[in-house]
């Protein structure tokens, strides 16, 4: 897809970074199971704070399970402290009771 292409580019292409978090943000509008597998992918891979903030809302966004461990890793290993609150957001958007005791923590 269109933004998956913005956000992971092909190799010695860089994209800009705030066009990775818009097209991390449309995948999370769009929603679905390529879109969610595209965000994890690049969350265990990505550098740029205002990416992993983009992704943390974006996976927010869908809500499925299988994102659980990706946003809790964010919470824990995170760098940036808006990036940790945007994956508690997230969580919490999820409804995902289960992982409220990652967050509590």
Not at 32 to 37: D, I
């Amino acid at each position: 897809p269109y933004a998956g292409n913005i956000l992971v580019p092909k190799q010695n292409k860089k994209e800009d970074s705030t066009q990775k978090a818009y097209a991390a943000l449309a995948l999370g509008r769009l929603g679905g199971e390529e879109a969610v597998k595209l965000l994890i992918k690049t969350a265990e891979k990505e550098k740029d704070v205002e990416v992993l903030r983009a992704i943390a809302i974006a996976l927010g966004m869908t809500g499925p399970a299988e994102a659980k461990s990706t946003l809790v890793n964010m919470i824990k290993k995170g760098k940036d402290d808006l990036e940790k609150g945007f994956a508690v957001i997230a969580i919490a958007q999820t409804k995902a009771y289960w992982a409220f005791d990652e967050i509590l923590e």
